[in-house]
């Protein structure tokens, strides 16, 4: 992969070319395929999907469905009728979590807030992570056969220190137990191959923006037996195949029922575009290329910094979160940002519940994708270590 060709699809780094952009995590850049997307809609055929007989509607219709089919294969979708699209990955889990309504769910301690809050109105048990933050799958088989909860929500790959848990063994021993299983993908989709058929998950849900897609779009995959099952949270048009003044009949194929009202037609489509261009590069290859950088960076800046999660880089995908100590994590952003014209995130990333957990106000996150390259690794190296130097 040639992480210096691909930056010539990327307008933002062509107009601020000095830029390390390391806040992937919360939104990478977009490519010019999928703004080119975008714009072909506005364009050529602004108009509804689904309802008009004419050629711009059949157009936006044809468009939304292929989309549909992208995000199929690109997440190993075995079946029609699975993909229900939604503004984003915190609308998919909450979807899951007012229609299945589930009496009691197991989190970890390191869920990202959409995957916390929506629980927290059913009967709920968090499971703690080992000391390095990685998953205590005995642990987890324990307290499963001992509460019995109706579903496992699970951050698939933590935002906080880039750890991915081990979905496969997780999935298995909670079918095994009868619990279904949901994974926050919002971290995990855009950087590694996922395969929902082989993976056996019941529910997955993801983000366009974190996938070089647009914002205001994502995605929920669910099992269309799960889904038959299911009562829609919203309804509306294209929910219902007819009414009454006090009946309706509910809209045959399952997923579309969750989809009500007018859809973000163009989020739909470019995000259409921006799987087709992950997948020809390959998310294999962007793994291997995140990992090999944050080996870089680890080795660099092991021995300044206080690394949140697993030191073993490889354990940690692209995300490398960390603390200087005596320096304010928001004020070491500004002067990296300032300073360096790097930009990384700093704060609790949503996931205060773990911050308070272990009494830290916050730290620094950087994180990585596939345009980033082992000259800005460097710079950042050398930034982080002038920084150190500043710390009381």
Known sequence: MNAVKIRE??????????????????????????????????????????????????????????????????????RNGEIVFTKNATEAINLVAYSLQPKKVMTT???????????????HLTLKSNTDNTFNLEE?????????????????????????IPAKEIIKIAHKNGSLVLLDGAQSVPHKEIDVGSLDVDFLAFSGHKMLGPTGIGCLYAKKELLEKMKPFMLGGETVIDSTYDSYTKETII???FEAGLQHYAG??????????LMKIGRANIEKHEITLNKRLTEGLKDVVQIIGPKDPELRGGIFSFIIPGLDHHEAAIMLDQGHNIAVRSGAHCVHSWFNAHNIQGCIRASLYLYNTQEEIDKFIEAVKELKKLAK
């Open 9 to 78: 699809d990327f307008p933002a780094l062509k107009n601020n070319p000095r830029l390390v952009y390391f806040d992937n995590a919360c939104m990478p850049l977009r490519p010019k395929q999928v703004i080119d997307k975008l714009n072909e809609y506005y364009n050529e055929y602004p108009a509804c999907a689904g309802r008009s007989m004419h050629g711009l509607g059949k157009k936006v219709t044809d468009e939304v469905e292929d989309a549909r089919n992208i995000i199929k294969k690109f997440i190993g979708c075995p």
């Open 140 to 164: 987890f088989e324990k307290v499963l056969k001992k509460e019995k909860p109706d579903l496992i929500a699970m951050v698939h790959t933590s935002n906080l220190d880039g750890y991915t």
């Open 268 to 277: 739909i489509i470019g995000l259409g575009e921006a799987a087709r261009y």
């Open 109 to 123: 301690d390191k869920e990202h807030n959409s995957n916390l809050l929506p629980w927290q109105r059913f009967a």
């Open 255 to 257: 997923n579309r029922r």
